[in-house]
């Protein structure tokens, strides 16, 4: 059978119960027969929940592998009943962290480039 996707979204308003969806949907499927995958894309800019005030996330959940995540990680885990881990979880701030990097360095090879080209150019003008 083809791989399927399902999508769940409901924009950045929290508390609709996208991950309760996503997490009951899973199980249903599964005792269905099917086999289950999870990936949570979430769009918050810090590193992990655990650094925010529970007033703006709410709980924080631990996975197997000790990385701090929204609690929707830990319905699927109970509701589907399948360990999550770190690569279960896709954070904005990664993807904000590998542009700027790839741009900082772009940037710094650019520079280097002119610098030693004008120091060329200097010491053949002497």
Known sequence: M???YIFVTGGVVSSLGKGIVAAS???LLK???FKIAVQKFDPYINIDPGTMSPYQHG???VTDDGLET???LGHYERFIDINLNKYSILLQVVFIQKF???NVVETM???LYKLFHISQTCLKKR
């Open 2 to 4: 083809a791989t399927k």
């Open 25 to 27: 949907l899973g199980r």
């Open 31 to 33: 005792n269905r027969g």
């Open 59 to 61: 709980e924080t959940f």
């Open 70 to 72: 929204d609690l929707d």
């Open 100 to 102: 700027w990097l790839r």
């Open 109 to 111: 090879t650019v520079l």
